[in-house]
T-cell receptor, first 111, second 117 residues
Framework: NAGVTQTPKFQVLKTGQSMTLQCAQD?????MSWYRQDPGMGLRLIHY???????DQGEVPNGYNVSRSTTEDFPLRLLSAAPSQTSVYFC??????????FGQGTRLTVV | AQKVTQAQTEISVVEKEDVTLDCVYE???????LFWYKQPPSGELVFLIR??????QNEISGRYSWNFQKSTSSFNFTITASQVVDSAVYFC??????????????FGTGTQLKVEL
């Protein structure tokens, strides 16, 4: 199984551009989430979803949108990129109270 | 609100030394789960252990061991006879039960472990 797949692995954006980070899982997990990792701050929750059609905000949701039309996919949209969104982004999925499986991460630079 | 504190930002040890990584948490939930993840220099997040709030038994897996003490809200991680391959950032995380299921995780800021020859 592929587990959790994120694309792209690297991306450079100009301020004001928009883009979508893709996340797909093949484990039939109901719960999916997006985190950002910044130096010295650990991982912080952006948005999460407990199932298709249901999403909610995490700790740092501003500037990001999500949707969950299928169990498998949970894309993260940056509407108008800002330098403050330069970070490493991780998508994760889990089922029940079991451990979360993480994607390989997307390193995003906004210039 | 949930909170996880990893006070040790960086630890350096010489190979074969034992090292303990500290994790202190805060939660109002009576049922919760704690996790440890490893992030090697390659960047991926590797699951190490899950512990629920009702199980205070210590866990040992090879050179790794975990000490969960509810009385002090701590979940510390010890590596015995450290090796260079243990060099990584280690994260402690606390789960929050949410409607609909799933683990909404709160992470600590991580501890960078450097093991030198």
């Amino acid at each position: 199984n592929a587990g959790v797949t994120q694309t792209p692995k690297f991306q450079v954006l100009k301020t004001g551009q928009s883009m979508t980070l893709q996340c797909a899982q093949d484990m039939n997990h109901e719960y999916m989430s997006w985190y950002r990792q910044d130096p010295g701050m650990g991982l912080r929750l952006i948005h999460y979803s407990v199932g298709a059609g249901i999403t909610d905000q995490g700790e740092v949701p501003n500037g990001y949108n999500v949707s969950r039309s299928t169990t498998e996919d949970f894309p993260l949209r940056l509407l108008s990129a800002a330098p403050s969104q330069t970070s490493v982004y991780f998508c994760a999925s889990s089922q029940g109270r079991n451990e979360a499986f993480f994607g390989q991460g997307t390193r995003l630079t906004v210039v | 609100a949930q909170k996880v504190t990893q006070a040790q930002t960086e630890i350096s040890v010489v190979e074969k030394e034992d090292v303990t990584l500290d994790c202190v948490y805060e939660t109002r939930d009576t049922t919760y789960y704690l996790f440890w993840y490893k992030q090697p220099p390659s960047g991926e997040l590797v699951f190490l252990i899950r512990r629920n709030s009702f199980d205070e038994q210590n866990e040992i897996s090879g050179r790794y061991s975990w000490n969960f003490q509810k009385s002090t809200s701590s979940f510390n991680f010890t590596i015995t006879a450290s090796q260079v391959v243990d060099s990584a950032v280690y994260f402690c995380a606390l789960s929050e039960m949410i409607t609909g299921g799933g683990n909404k995780l709160t992470f600590g800021t991580g501890t960078q472990l450097k093991v030198e020859l």
